[in-house]
């Protein structure tokens, strides 16, 4: 069974960094995107960052110049860097494991963001 759990969410002030951190347990697909959402309230849930298995990066909005996604695959661990932390980057961040040709896949429970002004 899959298993992720996020981690590194908190509480900072506009300007500052933080580091999400993506724990896959259990993963036995070579084949799939690692998806990080986030989702602020009363508001849809969001695609901020994907890469893929093959180390293919993309970035869901106008966040690309400050934030990055990286991984060590080996060890089934991903990251979100976020730079230049605004209050408008306030959410749950969710990471996704999405396996090739799956429609949805596997989700963490979710990482808090709160970016004071």
């Known amino acids: 069974q899959v298993e992720i759990v996020e981690s590194g969410g908190g509480l900072v002030q506009a300007g500052e960094s933080l580091r999400l951190s993506c724990v896959v347990f259990?993963?036995?697909?070579?084949?799939?995107?690692i998806n990080w959402y986030r989702q602020a309230p009363g508001k849809y849930r969001e695609m901020v960052a994907t890469m893929t298995s093959g180390g293919h990066t993309e970035y869901g909005g106008s966040w690309k110049d400050r934030f990055i996604v990286s991984g060590e695959p080996v060890k089934n661990t991903f990251y979100l860097q976020m730079n230049k932390l605004n209050p408008e980057d306030t959410a749950v961040y969710y990471c996704?494991?999405?396996?090739?040709?799956?429609?949805?896949?596997?989700w963490g429970q979710g990482t808090q963001v709160t970016v004071s002004s």
């Open positions: 996704n494991l999405r396996p090739l040709r799956w429609s949805d896949g596997y």
């Open positions: 259990g993963n036995r697909y070579t084949a799939y995107d």
